[in-house]
């Protein structure tokens, strides 16, 4: 038996411990949210300068010289767009096979192991994927691909000059195709959770009707996870758009704009990795934090997007990577 | 061609590519590990963990100071990014779980989880080497827990949401305060989920190049000082893989090959265990 006094101590010891853990946790949360606003503050703040100098021209010219200490990021800005919707035409189908191969087609004994193979892909650093693209991957390119490319793609009528070009092995198409590997995972793990998610009466009406597994696939699974499939496909947008190490390999780091995908190009976060640390002038660094920003934007217009229509799914399961 | 025989088809080609698709993804992962291993092991040898990174032309040397680095840094970052990773994914499971900062703050998380890397590196730049004057490891540190911290904050708040009600109720009817009740009772309900939730973090920052670029930048040679910049495997393998020199490049490889295993193994023991907390626990 306690006294009441020893009682009313260890009661308040108890609440005074409540009050110190909840404000931790209300802090630590807090803190999330400020780093957002953080990031946004900061970034506006380095590169403000270069904002202030450019304008608008920051974002319609593709002048880059460091020289005349003149800026502008058309040519980054249509190198990552180029090659992002490069590396989406090659991953969604791909994606989308895999999705369906790991719900509809794998035995069991195959569904995990299959499954595990394609996420441990995504785990693998994008450093990896750059020096392979570039080591392995760009001179196939640059020996066979490319060449049939340029004399077969190449004569064709009115798109003929996206494949003309002397094959360098690295450039846009090499980058879209890097990245295309990198993003291959993420998209076709959420395609294979929203799948999941259809129920098996809906799936079974398909069959007992007669369909086909494809028609059950085309007609009931996918028109019932058309949310899912488009906020997964917007996620891997978000992670090909800010790509960094994979694509500064196998970019080839030009600051031009070409009408061929077999050209050299350069993106946003490559000119960011390769440039920032030999910026001489306070101007060359504020406009290479000027890139941030853009990338920032984009990507986080793309990856709120994807995210509101995930988590209008109601399920907070999936697309966590 | 029947209707019939037209329609069986077309489903027989459609499953026949979707397997394709599959081979190609797997074909993808066996070619990139298949380099790694070969080249990767062409450089390894004992000098690889006791020697520090080379002057440009030498023939020796190893990665002894990255090695250490990439240690020391990702060690760090998990030590910053843990505890407000995990009071702030306990804040969104339990004192605020229904509330609309809540659903704000879930949503921010949700962003940084993906957002690109090279720009987390950018605002530590701003944040922490502008004002210190120079390039340091602890800046590198400060990057990659910004980087750690939205997957632990999701994982223990996914984890703390599965443990049952019913549990927390009893302890709340035995007189326990929240704290208590989350620090006795939820947490150790939760743990095998959360130890993923950290492994994976782990997994995440250890192989993150872009963010140190320009915070611990590199050093070739041996400095154990916080405030020096530090040299560290990705940024290594970075600049030696575009290096001229053979003997650089064959060390590029050798990091890259452990680097991967150390990641894949990483990852393989925190599917085995999380997978022990059965199915619909799944969280990458």
Redesign the interface.
Known sequence: MISAEAFARQLAG??L??R???G??????????L??G??TV??L??AWPAFSRFRLGFVTQDVWNPVTDRYGALAAIYGTLVTSALAMIFAL??????A???TE??PPWLKRP?G?????????????????G???LAPVLQESVEPWIDSHLGKLPFVGALFQGAPYGIGLLTAGIVLA?MV??FI??VMRDVFETVPDVLKESGYGLGA????V??KVVVPYSRAGMIGGTM?GL??A?????AV??VIGNAHQISASLLAPGTTI?AV??NE??EATTPLYTSSL?AL?VL??II??AV??A???ML?RLGR??FG?? | MSRRGYRKLVNLLALALSALATAIGLIFLGAILWTLVKDGIAGLSAAVFTQITPPPGSTSGGLLNAIYGSAIMTLLGILIGAPIGILAGTYLAEYGRKSALSAVIRFVNDVLLSAPSIIVGLFVYELVVVPMGNFSAISGAIALAIIAMPVIVRTTEDMLSLVPQGMKDASTAMGAYPWRTITSIAYPAARSGMVTGLLLAVARISGETAPLLFTALNNQFWSTSLKAPMANLPVVIFQFALSPYENWQRLAWTGALLITAAILVLSIVARTVLSKLGPGARSR
């Open positions: 108890q609440r411990r409540e110190i853990f909840k931790a946790t209300f802090a630590a949360a807090v803190l999330v949210l780093l957002l953080g990031v900061s970034l703040h380095g189908p791909i994606s989308f096979g895999i369906v191969f790991l087609l794998a299959v595990i193979a394609i996420e441990l892909l995504a785990a693998i650093p994008s450093i990896i994927f750059g020096i392979w570039l080591f392995v590997i291959i995972p076709s793990a086909t597994t494809w028609e696939i085309w996620l978000g992670r758009l800010g790509e960094t190490m500064t390999f976060s960011i990795a920032f640390t934090i941030g990338l920032f990507t986080f990856i709120a994807a995210r509101l988590l907070r399961a966590s990577a």
